[in-house]
């Protein structure tokens, strides 16, 4: 079409569109609707009356409680969002825990892992459900801020009904650190945390242990010992209360997996042909180090739901920044741990040891767990740095003590997870009526003491109970022979690949 015929088209037609004037509208978005514009010279009657009238129709009809402005539900939006992404991203760290621990062991195990593993989740989601929940979360004290009172499920917080052909809320959404957010996003991102909690333990145990048992301890400690200490902190408890800081569970998690896999370890002792009859150390490697490696990057992953994602407020813009920054000391922290634990592997065993570098990767990001928020870059470099070093120093403590751990749990998170909190009160900043670095380190101590001594207590009777009762260690011959086969009749892989992958055990090897 030639210019002079498009010009005799389209001049006619704007002619018509100014002489009808106002006829046809303006878009939506350049046009406000009727109900908030206002003259360029007026101004609303009052706050109030500028917040009401720039709602959208019918949000606040209906129950009175229903008082949301738009900025609060579109805050309700976000923060519910993330907070399930993050939920769903600790939730894929189960994931890498297998891989990890499946890497790290026989091949005649791997069955037994997963088992253990998935059910970590499946049982763990049931029973805090049922009752952690609520012991972690109190309504009530049974106890002032030691023990919480038990109720089952969880309630819906915010809810839509449509009245008069118009959505309105029919109840408020949950309140709480200034915004609102969905009480099922919560629960989802809490129960990640306790399978985490639990599934920890499973490497410690490793190739020993009946699954029996396994069920039986992990229902105790994400149904009871984890939501109980867990609540003397986010729960508003006596330690809370002490100003004790532990952002996204350094201890709180952490410490109580690694310290109950401690206990799980000591009560069961070392696997056939770990150590000689003279305790000579007699190491027995992991038979896939691309799954244990690939294991540790999807742990990565997950922690930034983990830490992150414990911000649990994303919307607006101090929010926003602060999520991302723990984010960063998070990466500063890991990458420090791998680096530090990789050079003095090597410096102390001649080669670069991938295992102590992708433990030392992990043992950074669990010291930085509990003060991600609160520290600058150079002390994450530093708090990851020697949370790397930990874990090598932890391994060969285990070694010296004749402890069988053989994914390196309690260094990992037992140990570190102690340092994380610890580290909190050195180098954290000074939490709301704390005066001095002697006075947080003083709560920090005392608050990290107490739940490892709660875990161990509690995690030895459990222990000692199952080895009363025969339902702790497979005999000599199911280990032997795996405990795939014995546990779960079946093979992860082929029988002849098992068979040439797991060398003798006589020889010392597996």
Same mark, same amino acid.
């Given at each position: ?90 939730? =894929? ?48 004290? +049974? ?49 990640? =945390? ?187 470099? +530093? ?79 459990? =222990? ?47």
């Amino acid at each position: 079409m030639s210019w002079s015929r498009m010009m005799r088209l389209v001049v006619p037609c704007l002619v018509f569109s100014f002489a009808v004037g106002g006829m046809v509208p303006a878009p939506p978005s350049i046009l406000p609707p009727a109900s908030v514009a206002v003259a360029a010279d007026e101004e609303p009657a009052s706050e109030e009356a500028a917040a009401e009238e720039s709602n959208p129709p019918g949000w606040n009809d209906g129950d009175p409680v229903a008082e949301l402005s738009y900025d609060d539900g579109n805050d309700y939006a976000i923060n519910t969002l993330i907070m399930f992404i993050c939920a769903v991203l600790v939730i =894929f760290m189960q994931a890498g825990f297998a891989m990890v621990e499946i890497g790290l062991n026989s091949a005649k195990n791997v069955v037994n892992i997963l088992s253990k593993n998935v059910m970590d989740f499946c049982v763990g989601v049931l029973l805090f459900l049922f009752v952690g929940y609520s012991l972690m979360y109190p309504g009530e004290w +049974i106890s002032e801020g030691y023990l919480g009172s038990p109720n089952s499920f969880i309630s819906r917080d915010a809810q839509v009904e449509e009245k008069d052909g118009v959505e309105v809320w029919a109840a408020a959404p949950t309140y709480s650190d200034g915004a609102y957010a969905s009480n099922s996003a919560d629960f989802l991102f809490q129960v990640a =945390f306790a399978a985490t909690a639990a599934t920890i333990v499973s490497g410690a145990v490793a190739g020993r242990l009946k699954f029996g048992g396994y069920l039986v301890y992990t229902a105790i400690l994400t149904g009871f010992v984890y939501p109980i200490s867990g609540s003397w902190k986010w729960g508003g408890g006596w330690l809370d209360q002490m100003g004790f800081q532990d952002f996204a569970g350094s201890v709180v998690v952490h410490a109580v997996g690694g310290f109950a896999g401690l206990i799980g370890a000591m009560f069961l002792g070392p696997r056939i042909g770990r150590y000689t009859a003279s305790g000579k150390s007699v190491p027995i490697p992991g038979h896939n180090l691309s799954m244990a490696a690939l294991g540790v990057f999807v742990l990565l992953v997950g922690w930034y739901g983990f830490n992150p994602g414990s911000q649990l407020t994303y919307s607006g813009a101090l929010n926003a920044e602060a999520t991302t920054y723990i984010a960063l000391t998070t990466t500063i922290a890991a990458a420090a741990g791998g680096v530090l634990a990789m050079l003095l592997g090597w410096g102390m065993f001649g080669k670069p040891d991938l295992t102590m570098a992708l433990n030392g990767v992990l043992g950074g990001l669990v010291a930085i767990t509990a003060n991600c928020d609160r520290v600058s870059q150079v002390d994450a470099l +530093i708090i990851g740095g020697a949370g790397g070093l930990l874990v090598v120093l932890g391994i060969l403590l285990l070694d010296k003590l004749r402890i069988d751990d053989p994914v390196g749990a309690w260094p990992v998170h037992g140990l570190c997870g102690v340092w994380g909190g610890l580290a909190t009160g050195i180098f954290g900043d000074l939490p709301d009526g704390i005066e001095s670095v002697g006075q947080f380190f003083t709560v920090q101590l005392i608050s990290t003491a107490a739940i490892v001594a709660w875990t161990c207590v509690t995690m030895a009777i459990v =222990f000692g109970l199952l080895k009363a009762i025969g339902l702790l260690r497979v005999s000599p011959q199911e280990e032997q022979e795996g405990l795939d086969i014995h546990e779960h009749g079946m093979r992860a892989y082929p029988d002849q690949w098992v068979a040439s992958s797991d060398f003798s055990v006589a020889s010392g090897q597996q």
